[in-house]
């Protein structure tokens, strides 16, 4: 079988050229997030922070949350209520969500402090505050499913509240079925997309550099420059 090579000015003008959506939309997603950029070998220097260390960790977290919640929601709640294994689970499961919410928290202030959303990087700072308010709407949901005293005595507070703004017709909170269906599949898909569309951006624009960063620096000179930082992580 014979390989076609294509140029790469030759590839820009196909796509500059596509008249199909499918060949125009692929023109847009490698114009907005080029392959050197959604896996990029290299970093600036300033990448090696606290605050980045912190956000792999909420994203770390987030994967453990989900495995562990598939695992619970396919069992049942007699499976992790009666089984051991079940039990370690579902404390993982809890233990998860208790890392992801502090690994988030201090991401959030560190990047907040650090003025983010310098650099045309706004869309990736409400990315990143609208992902925390969808997951504090999730984990209240999950302590609703704990199908324990808590949980009944948390629904029925809630639903008093709910009821009082005029949202308790259709967000019910003491239905078991209603709220379980918005815990394993609606909010985790709501969390994942916010989440990945931050990353996303965090790729397209880059990491913000340090308030101090001078604008003769090397390293954003190059990046300006379409040239890969020389620090690593």
């Keep these: 079988m014979t390989v076609r090579s294509t140029p790469a000015h030759g590839l ?3 796509e500059s050229d596509a008249h199909t ?3 125009k939309a692929r023109g847009w997603l490698l114009g907005k997030l080029p392959p050197d950029k959604l896996l990029p070998e290299d970093q600036p220097s300033f990448v090696a922070s606290w605050a980045y260390v912190f956000g792999m960790g909420a994203v770390a977290s987030l994967l453990w949350i989900i495995i562990s919640g598939v695992v619970l929601g396919l069992n049942g709640p007699q499976w992790y209520h009666v089984s051991s294994l079940g039990s370690f689970v579902n404390s993982t499961h809890l233990w998860s969500v208790e890392l992801f ?3 988030m928290v201090v991401h959030l202030w560190l990047k907040f402090w650090m003025a983010a ?3 045309g990087r706004a869309l990736t700072w409400i990315t990143g505050m609208l992902s925390f308010i969808v997951s504090i709407v999730a984990a209240f949901t999950g302590y609703l499913l704990q199908t324990n005293f808590d949980s009944q005595w948390i629904a029925f507070e809630a639903k008093d509240a709910l009821n009082a703004v005029g949202a308790g017709a259709w967000f019910n909170v ?3 079925g209603q709220i379980f269906v918005w815990h394993i599949t609606l909010l985790p898909l709501a969390v994942g997309a916010v989440v990945v569309l931050h990353v996303l951006l965090v790729r397209v624009h880059g990491v913000v550099p340090p308030l101090e960063a001078a ?4 390293q954003l000179a190059g990046k300006r420059g379409g040239t890969a930082g ?3 992580q």
């Design 12 to 14: 820009q003008a196909e």
């Design 21 to 23: 959506w499918t060949g």
């Design 101 to 103: 919410f502090i690994f």
């Design 117 to 119: 959303w310098r650099g």
């Design 174 to 176: 003491a239905n078991f």
């Design 215 to 218: 604008e003769g620096d090397a």
């Design 230 to 232: 020389q620090g690593t």
